[in-house]
């Protein structure tokens, strides 16, 4: 998944809550970031905590991410 960040001054912020998740996150520019979910037993599973992940973000930093 790519995802775009309105504040870029928080890509390093975002690739340690993602990496530190179990995601595999790495910097597609200076706005953008590619993130694959953690790989885990039950189908879909990864993709489900992805999306609560990034739910958790917008909470804690409004408005600071969009899907690319």
Known sequence: MDI???DPSLA???LEYLRAKGCV???TG???IHV???VLP???AGRLELDLYLRVWDVLHP???QPA
């Open 25 to 27: 996150a790495e910097p």
């Open 4 to 6: 775009r960040l309105s």
């Open 30 to 32: 200076a706005d953008a």
């Open 63 to 65: 408005g600071t991410i």
């Open 36 to 38: 694959e979910p953690p």
């Open 12 to 14: 390093d912020d975002l």
């Open 42 to 44: 039950v189908e879909n």
